[in-house]
């Protein structure tokens, strides 16, 4: 089975890492490419593993009608070019260039929806587009998977399509060695792992933290285009010595090993792979209860969800977490036995799978064909 991701982003975030996890799992079983609008991060590590990389270079995140055409065009010739059984894509505007060309062109698609255009929290302009457009391209779409099942009611209370065509599959991770202590160490850690973007409230949790009132560290690892405006009020509330910017990593893994507590203020999501990153480790976690946060963490068991924008709930969870070594023990171990259970990598691997060849159906596969990584759409 040929399989063509396509993404329209290649920078690091959580869509990014959710394709690349899916290009490791299945390029021993599946041919796999991938096809983006930039050459960033999931482009290198792609082209690391030896998968064919196509860089759609009018596949851009603003609507721009000219640009869009030209990016249809572009996904058009790649179709004919590479010719997949299959085509996947994520994130809005790939999902409605690529399932229009894959309309076009005969192929099969799919569409993860990592978080809809029309989800609460957004603009009303943007979500009126996000739900005509959804609407329209779920017709063609073979199945449309959803990373939570609030995602997937979501969908449904906007009849985006019918619930048959909605399957709901949560993110995985990969396991890995590192494990966080958090009830050891004289001055516990809060990290928040994110984009400086629209969608996360970091200025909320600086300012939950500055009222928490006890003793502790508050680390962002990220970056992107608000942070300046955070960094601003962390010197505007004095916390300048007791807040780290650390910037876009690539040992998260292990900084989570270091840490005591995650912490992930948002205005919406989809299902973030930081909580599950956070649970892998062993820590517990304080999330703002939007989307599917809410099937990621058990409240009171392996962390707490606080309301949207509640500055004070998040502050009184945060000194509740800092003060209690023994409470983020037991927490914490109750996140790493849940992710356990329920959010590997393998299973989400397994049914993802099972989706492309409900998909496919009984129809003829392509042969296995290799192209060389270095061609690009024309």
């Known amino acids: 089975m040929k399989v063509l991701y396509m993404i329209t982003r290649a920078e690091y975030g959580g869509g990014q890492v959710h394709v690349l996890d899916l290009l490791r799992g299945f390029r021993a079983r599946l041919d796999v490419a991938v096809a983006t609008g930039e050459e960033e991060y999931l482009t290198r590590e792609a082209a690391a593993l030896g998968v064919p990389v196509f860089v759609l270079p009018h596949l851009v ?8 055409v030209r990016a249809l065009r572009e996904t058009l010739a ?19 260039i690529g399932r229009a060309a894959a309309r076009m062109s005969g192929v099969p698609s799919v569409f993860t929806a990592h978080t809809w255009a029309f989800a609460e929290g ?5 979500r009126a587009v996000g739900i005509v457009a959804e609407a329209t391209m779920a017709l063609p779409s073979a199945q449309i998977i959803n990373v939570s099942t609030a995602n997937r009611d979501l969908a449904l209370r906007y009849h985006i399509a019918r619930r048959h065509k909605l399957q709901v599959i949560h993110n995985g991770v990969a396991d890995c060695p590192e494990r966080a202590q958090p009830e050891r160490g004289t001055e516990p850690r809060v990290v928040m792992v994110a984009r400086f973007a629209e969608q996360k409230d970091q200025t909320l949790l600086v300012r939950a933290f500055a009222r928490a009132h006890a003793p502790g560290r508050l680390q962002f690892i990220g970056d992107g ?31 989570l090993a270091q840490a005591h507590c995650f912490a ?4 919406w999501e989809g299902f973030p792979l930081t909580i599950l990153e956070a649970m892998r480790a062993g820590l517990p976690v304080i999330a703002t209860a939007v989307g599917g946060n809410a099937e990621a963490v058990d409240d009171g068991a392996t962390g707490f969800l ?19 070594p023994k409470l983020r023990g037991r927490m914490g171990a109750a996140g790493r036995a849940r992710y ?8 989400q691997l397994e049914r993802t799978y099972a989706v492309y060849q409900q998909a496919i159906g009984n129809r003829t596969m392509s042969p296995p064909h290799t ?5 690009r759409a024309a």
């Open 78 to 96: 790649l179709l004919r070019r590479w010719r997949p059984d299959l085509l996947h894509a994520h994130t809005s505007k790939a999902g409605i």
């Open 340 to 347: 356990e259970q329920h959010f590997t990598l393998d299973s």
């Open 306 to 324: 606080v309301p949207h924008g509640d500055q004070e709930a998040l502050a009184e969870r945060l000194h509740q977490l800092l003060t209690d």
């Open 371 to 375: 192209v060389d990584a270095s061609i």
């Open 225 to 255: 285009p608000i942070r300046p405006q955070v960094e601003a009020e962390v010197e505007r509330l004095g916390l300048s010595a007791r807040v780290d910017f650390l910037g876009a990593r690539g040992d998260v893994t292990a900084l």
């Open 61 to 68: 995140h603003p609507i721009s009608p000219a640009n869009d």
């Open 122 to 126: 957004m603009s009303r302009r943007r």
């Open 264 to 267: 992930l203020a948002t205005n």
